[in-house]
């Protein structure tokens, strides 16, 4: 229709659909709560229904790898909230990334990739999948010329991550999704630091969502899971690149996902071929848990929102921070895309960077006992990294400084504590700096005292 | 799958399926702004068994040329004309209609009745009235008209979800479906729909199947049972908890009422 943008159909509210969608009371016993589903297999009520099932024209579970009803609980609530067709949940974020690039990439394909990505993502686009043929190209994500101009003729595929790692930069979705269209390419988003209650990429014009749930759709950082969102809005047949959903798949019996399956063609083969033959598949467990989360994610957002602001405001006025990097910071070259993009808030990571280096951060860190010092994000407690004596204390501070990791940079992700505690325990790491200044400047003046 | 048939190319599916040359044949006829995709588990579940399957793309709509009709007794011309082009040796032939899909299955059976030896009417209505504010937003090319008709097409259950078919909403896959519609295609269907007589037909001899929905909104079952009154030869199903969109709100459900009338 002329009014081409898609839309979320007149259903629920996000708050109801957080708590609800995908799961009635369950019609056997009544429970409220969405049961566990721990079975590997599923019973067939005969030969021919089993039949039906395995040709994808009868509705049902099989087999836990392919499906299960608690994991269909909670892929059918993250396609609601993040307004596509359907998804597929996997073992991680990082294999609903491999899943979503597998399901229409081959050997010779190659990614246009923003280059502030997680470095999992960074790992997986540059070395091993050009293991197996697919190559990648970074660009800078501000720089729309840059995608445009890394585009080739075997390119298959856009992505980036709502929220750069680790700059923070906002991805202009609308935007890009309009050059990803104009050359028949689909738009792949990693959402994972805002959740569909901050930014539904689809909506934006993404065509494919990837989320690592071990962040804050699940907030508890007690699993590892992830889930690939199929926006139904891209259409495979508009050119010849994607035989995988275009031409009969020989695979299963010849079936041209596109033609039978419409809007589902993409997810119906990323869950008939890609969880089916590379098998990361969540356990029941896992998606129960991550539900769990779900329930109360808009109420955890607006509070590690509120927390994130409040606190990276405090330190952007403190004399021993150099600069913080936070898009809901006027200061941040992206805070006015942001306001456009990310009304409700633009996520609760974000980093900072401490004056005096390398030995700065270190003493920072071990300041702190609010904060919990680990490699993760978007937990319901506050966490705290600083790369230069963690992840990447091997690297000298040039390479540091190409990654755009500065030797004093430090990655906030920030909690649903009372924000008073944060600030004061944020105080204490500070006074450890500052304490680490009068050493050093005590341990200069001494030979200077000496000579004079 | 495309078929030329004059000229004219048609978008169809299969089922994946491949029949003997006199196998029964069952066409499946989508309803207002779809397209064939609506069937796919019906179509695989035929094809599987033997039936020749071609589950269509009304002209205008999916992958058939334009432009789209906007009379019912047009459209099933236009059936009759792909039937005769793709169906000479059938045993039988079966019609399975949706919604406007529905009207054009009875209009082919009041007018050749001949040609048709049973038909199958999931959610219809005759006549066929279209609310004035969906009628207004379709001529508008309005998506609104889209957000009401996918709304009102699925029950209560659908609105919070919990799809028969795993990780799937089908909520989102009926907008995403209609949101691929070219302009005007809308208002041409409801158009047709609204204009539906069957003041002009004879009674119809064709057994036929109706499968109602207890909440469609759009073809309520009353509506159903009333065109059962058109019909010397008739059977109702009632699906619980069901809605407008019966083919992915209750797949099993609309099988099981099918295998056992179509294949008997």
Known sequence: MTDSKHRSPQGMGFDTLSLHAGQVPDPTTGARATPIYQSAAFVFPDSDAAAGLFNIERAGHVYSRLSNPTNAVLEERMAALDHGVGSVVTASGQAALHLAITTILSAGDHIVSSRSVYGGTHNLLEYTLSRFGISTTFVDPRDMSAFAGAIQPNTKLIFGEVLGNPGLEVLDIPSLSELAHSHHLPLLIDATFVTPYLCQPIELGADLVVHSATKFLSGHGVVVGGVVVDGGTFDWQSSDKFPTLSEPYVGFHDLVFADEFGPAAFITRARKEGIRDFGACMAPMTAFQILQGLETLPLRMQKHVANALEVATYLEQHDLVASVSYPGLPSHPDYELAQTMLPKGCGAVFSFELKDGREAGRAFIEGLSVFSHLANVGDAKSLVIHPASTTHHRVDEASLRAAGIGPGLVRLSIGLEDSKDLINDLKGGLRAVEKLNKQRASQVAKPLEAVS | ?264
């Open chain 2, 1 to 264: 799958m495309k078929i030329d048939i004059n000229g004219t190319s048609i978008g169809y599916s299969s089922g994946s399926g491949h029949p003997e040359a006199d196998a029964p044949a069952i066409y499946f006829i989508h309803g207002a702004g779809m397209d064939h995709t609506v069937w796919v588990m019906q179509a695989r579940y035929f094809a599987r068994h033997g039936f020749r399957v071609m589950a269509l793309d009304l002209p205008g709509h999916g992958k058939t040329d334009g432009p789209a009709l906007d009379n019912v007794d047009a459209m099933a011309d236009w059936l009759r004309g792909v039937i005769g082009a793709t169906c000479h040796d059938a045993s039988s032939i079966t019609l399975v209609g949706h919604s406007m899909g529905t009207l054009i299955c009875l209009s082919l059976a009041a007018r050749f009745a001949d040609l048709v030896d049973k038909l199958v009417l999931l959610g219809t209505s005759a006549p066929m009235p279209v609310a004035d504010v969906l009628l207004n937003a379709a001529q508008d090319n309005d998506h609104a008209a889209i957000d009401m008709a996918n709304t009102w097409s699925h029950s209560q259950r659908s609105l919070l979800g919990a799809s028969d078919n795993p990780g799937t909403s089908n909520l989102h896959m009926g907008e995403r479906l209609l949101e691929r519609m070219a302009d005007d295609v809308y208002f041409k269907d409801f158009s047709a729909c609204d204009g539906f007589s069957t003041e002009h037909y004879d009674a119809i001899h064709t057994p036929t199947l109706i499968i109602t929905g207890d909440q469609d909104k759009m073809t309520p079952p009353r509506a159903g049972m009333a065109v059962a009154d058109l019909l010397k030869v008739s059977e109702l199903v009632h699906l619980q908890g069901c809605g407008h969109v019966m083919m992915s709100e209750q797949p099993n459900q609309v099988l099981d009422a099918m295998s056992g009338f179509v294949r008997g």
